[in-house]
């Protein structure tokens, strides 16, 4: 019998202990340290939460239309209460006479600009140092200008505004110089080009009483935009995606959402004489596929507002990216 009972009274115990032990291991902690926490390992320390919960990396991509001419205060004035961190820039023109002055009307300390041959400068605004890796316009039209901030790397780029298939081997370069790069990439601005992944909302577009792709092919008042936007025979006229595609088979994402039009606006586009100008996506925001895996991915979308409307021939795009340990 007193073997019995001490048997009892043994397998109680332990087992009352096991009880406490293992409410403790899972129950939540909340230790200094992290690797103290249920679930974490010192090799595994996991970030604070104000690293998760940072704020974006607020990027703007905008064509000023001829440096903004007379609208440029205004195109400055809203750029300040945008207060993005980086702003890229197509057809900043004549900034380079006083590019620090007109950046810092905007609210920036840095700024860099590349004034192309061809006359449309590319530009770039941001809160942090700028590091130029690149200045492009050999194989272009209009120019790419490539810089690093934070350890990205941006493309703004102005492709070939009058010929799709030039801005075919536009792209392909581009394509060349994107895959060179092994850091995070965004490919932004005005890629004058239709994209595949609008394919059924351009099939179904009109415009002057026609489906798009009949209007384009036969009237004369969009001869300029036929060129622009179309390739194949003279009756079998079909929208030209390879300049999109080369981007794209380059590894990069388009990181809007909603892909809504960028032109026109209230300014009338210059492509389309005595016809209605189509609602288009032309300007873009392109990311590599190390930011579109993120947890967060970034995302783009097109800002349309009273404002935008009259700043410019385009709307511009925001970008949010969200960097880990951004305070």
């Not at 332990?14 to 390992?41: C, D, K, T």
């Not at 492709?159 to 081997?169: D, G």
């Not at 179309?230 to 959402?257: C, T």
Request: hydrophobic share 40%.
């Amino acid at each position: 019998m007193d073997v019995a009972r001490e048997m009892t009274r043994y397998l109680i115990f332990s087992l009352a202990a096991l009880s406490v032990v293992a409410g403790w291991y899972f129950w939540p902690h909340e230790f200094g340290e992290p690797w103290l926490q249920i679930n974490f390992r010192p090799d595994e320390v996991a970030p604070s939460p104000s690293i998760f919960h940072g704020p974006p990396l607020k990027v703007i991509q905008f064509n000023v239309d001829h440096g903004g001419e007379s609208r440029r205060a205004s195109v400055l004035s809203w750029l300040l209460q945008q207060n993005a961190d980086v702003v890229g820039f197509c057809e900043a023109n004549k900034w380079q006479h006083n590019l620090s002055g007109i950046a810092a009307s905007a609210g920036y300390e840095h700024a860099e600009i590349f004034p192309t041959e061809h006359g449309y400068p590319l530009a770039v605004f941001s809160k942090t140092p700028i590091e130029v890796v690149g200045r492009h316009e050999i194989h272009f039209e209009r120019g790419v200008l490539h810089v690093q901030i934070l350890g990205i790397h941006f493309f703004i780029a102005h492709l070939n505004a009058h010929n799709s298939t030039a801005r075919e081997e536009e792209t392909k370069y581009l394509g060349t110089l994107v895959r060179r790069v092994t850091l995070p990439v965004v490919v932004m601005g005005d890629m004058n080009t239709l994209s595949p992944l609008d394919d059924k909302e351009l099939q179904s577009m009109v415009t002057e009483n026609q489906p798009l792709l009949q209007a384009l092919s036969s009237l004369h008042c969009y001869r300029a935009m036929q060129r622009k936007f179309l390739q194949g025979p003279e009756f079998n006229k079909r929208f030209n995606y390879k300049p999109m595609m080369n981007l794209l088979e380059a590894g990069l994402v388009d990181a809007s959402s909603a892909r809504m039009t960028t032109e026109p606006t209230n300014i009338p586009c210059d492509q389309a004489s005595y016809c209605d100008c189509p609602h288009l996506r032309l300007d873009y925001m392109l990311i590599s596929t190390q930011l579109a895996a993120m947890d967060l991915p970034p995302t783009a979308h097109v800002v349309i507002d009273d404002q935008t409307k009259i700043l410019s021939d385009h709307f511009p795009i925001e970008l949010k990216i969200f960097l880990f340990g951004r305070q």
